[in-house]
């Protein structure tokens, strides 16, 4: 008996349900919205692109024109002309062994410096020059070589040159100049090898043109 009460009850609620969802469909029209959609006419699809193939290019051979002048001479053949590589010779530096460097005294230093001086007073006076005595950072590591301070900024260009350093013998050398830090850069090294160099060395710089040093070797070792 309870069980077919609460069926009833069920169904009854169903019921009420029913009714008001069908009152708030009429209240908002959608009856009459979902009967003109279906009366309305299907949707038309677009119908879908076609892909068009490729366009093949017909190759032809076509004789190339020549000017009247050389069509009577033969068609020339080009082939491939291999060239050899062209190596520039570039100037060897002697290898030094730095684990066996040689300090000079104080006595064959001063001695060297001595007999630089001595020349630098009999050079023409009409071309500046200076003597500069060499330490392990000129010869050898670093190759780093700074002039004069108040030299280059008398008679040296305010910018970056190039030099050329000529030894007794005429040969030139040719070494970058920085402005900005006074001193020789690039070819010192390959100078100071070539004329085996060794810390305690005097060297007389005489500027002979504007870009070019006379230099001359006054060795530590020499008597």
């Given amino acids: 008996m309870v069980m077919a009460k609460s069926k009833v009850s069920y169904e009854e609620s169903r019921r009420k349900r029913l009714e008001e969802n069908k009152q708030r469909m009429e209240a908002l029209n959608l009856t009459k919205l979902a009967q003109s959609l279906r009366n309305s006419s299907p949707l038309k699809l677009s119908p879908m692109k076609s892909v068009k193939k490729p366009r093949t290019v017909e190759k032809q051979v076509v004789v190339v024109r020549r000017s009247s002048r050389v069509a009577n001479m033969p068609v020339p053949v080009y082939k491939e002309v291999v060239i050899e590589r062209v190596i520039i010779p570039r ?12 300090y000079a005294s104080d006595d064959a230093r001063t001695n060297a410096l001595e007999r630089a001086d001595k020349l630098l007073s009999e050079l023409e006076p009409e071309y500046p020059a200076f003597v500069k005595t060499m330490l392990q950072s000129h010869v050898t590591g670093g190759f780093w070589l700074g002039l004069p301070v108040h030299f280059c900024k008398k008679n040296l260009s305010k910018r970056d040159e190039m030099m050329t350093l000529i030894d007794e013998d005429g040969e030139e050398y040719k070494t970058v100049y920085l402005a900005r830090k006074t001193g020789l850069s690039g070819g010192w090294k390959g100078f100071s090898v070539a004329h085996d160099l060794v810390d305690g060395d005097a060297l007389i710089f005489q500027l002979i043109r504007p870009s070019a040093f006379k230099v001359f070797i006054m060795r530590v070792n020499s008597p």
């Fill in 91 to 102: 100037r060897t530096s002697k290898h030094r062994d730095l684990s066996n460097r040689v």
